[in-house]
C-alpha cells in the first residue's frame, strides 16, 4: 500500500501566514500603524519593532510570535499536518542549504515527502557567523544597501533555484515552487529580473534565463499575491486570510487537475 506523502513547505514570512491574524489579536485595523512605522524606520527595522509589539500583545517572545504555525496560512489550510520550514526574510540560497541540511540529518524522507518552495526575493542572502550560525536577514530593500550587486543577487538566486531542482531530482523527492508575488512583479524583485546588465551580458543571462525555462515545469502557475478582496495585503505588504484560503483552494484544484 502506497503511503501518503507528508507536505512540506519552505519559504519566508509569506509562507507562514505573517499579519492575517495581527488585527485579530489586537481588536483593530492596523494597516495605518504598519504604514507609518515603515515610513518612519523603513520596513526591516518597523517589522522588528512589531513584532516586540505582538509579543507583549501574546505574552510570546518577539521570536516565538514570528516563527508560530498560523492556522490561516495557505499551508495549514492546504493541509492540516504540514510541515512548515520558513523564517522571516529567508533567502532562497539559505532555502537551499536548509533544505540540504533537513535531508541529511533524515527530516526529509525522499519520495515520500512533497515538497513546496516558497519563492523568495532576489534581494536577500545569508552571512555566517563565527559560531556556524547564519544569519539569513541580509536583505536590500530598496537598492541602496550595497550589501551585494543586482547582477551578484540575481545569479546567486537563479543557482540557488537550480542546486534545489537538482538536489531534489537526484533524490526522486516530489516538488513545486510556489510564488508568492509573480516572478516580475515585485517591486525590487523585477528591478533585479530585468536588470540591463543581467540581460546584455550572456555571460549571466544564460545562467539565469536557463534556470528560469527549467524553473517552468515546476512552478504553479498562479502566485498568493494574486487572490483575495481589491486591498489584499496588510500593512507589511503580507497578503490576507482570505488570500491566503483562496489561494489553498487554488492550490488543492491545480495539484489535481493542472
Known amino acids: 500500500m502506497q503511503s501518503i506523502p507528508r507536505n512540506i513547505f519552505y519559504g ?18 492596523t494597516f495605518r ?5 515603515i515610513h518612519q524606520f523603513g520596513l526591516h527595522q518597523a517589522i522588528m519593532m512589531w513584532n516586540h509589539k505582538m ?8 521570536y516565538d510570535f514570528a516563527h508560530r504555525r498560523v492556522a490561516g496560512s495557505y499551508p495549514l489550510q492546504f493541509d492540516n499536518d504540514a510541515i512548515i520550514i520558513a523564517n522571516g526574510a529567508m533567502s532562497m540560497d539559505y ?40 544569519n539569513y536577514q541580509h536583505q536590500d530593500m530598496d537598492g541602496t544597501a550595497e550589501i551585494m550587486s ?3 543577487y540575481a545569479v546567486t538566486w537563479a543557482l540557488a533555484c537550480q542546486s534545489i531542482m537538482d538536489f531534489c531530482k537526484r533524490r ?8 508568492h508575488f509573480p516572478l516580475n512583479s515585485n517591486p525590487r ?13 550572456p555571460k549571466y543571462t544564460d545562467v539565469y534565463t536557463d534556470t528560469i525555462m527549467n ?40 495539484l489535481t487537475n493542472p
Open 215 to 254: 524553473m517552468q515545469p515546476y512552478i504553479i502557475p498562479k502566485s498568493l499575491h494574486e487572490f483575495g478582496e481589491e486591498k489584499n495585503y496588510h500593512g507589511f505588504y503580507h497578503t490576507t486570510a482570505m488570500g491566503h484560503s483562496i489561494f489553498a483552494a487554488y492550490l488543492k484544484e491545480y
Open 172 to 179: 526522486r523527492i516530489p516538488f513545486h515552487f510556489i510564488q
Open 150 to 152: 543586482d547582477i551578484r
Open 33 to 37: 500603524e504598519k504604514q507609518d512605522l
Open 189 to 201: 524583485g523585477a528591478e533585479i529580473h530585468s536588470h540591463p546588465d543581467l540581460l546584455n551580458n
Open 12 to 29: 519566508d514570512s509569506h509562507t507562514q501566514g505573517y499579519e492575517i491574524d495581527h488585527d485579530k489579536i489586537l481588536g483593530r485595523d
Open 95 to 134: 532555502l537551499h542549504l536548509q533544505l540540504v541540511n533537513d535531508y541529511n540529518e533524515g527530516r526529509i524522507k525522499g519520495e515520500h515527502d512533497r515538497l513546496f518552495i516558497g519563492l523568495c526575493r532576489p534581494t536577500r542572502t545569508y552571512s555566517l557567523h563565527p559560531d556556524g550560525s547564519f
Open 55 to 62: 509579543g507583549r500583545a501574546t505574552n510570546m517572545t518577539p
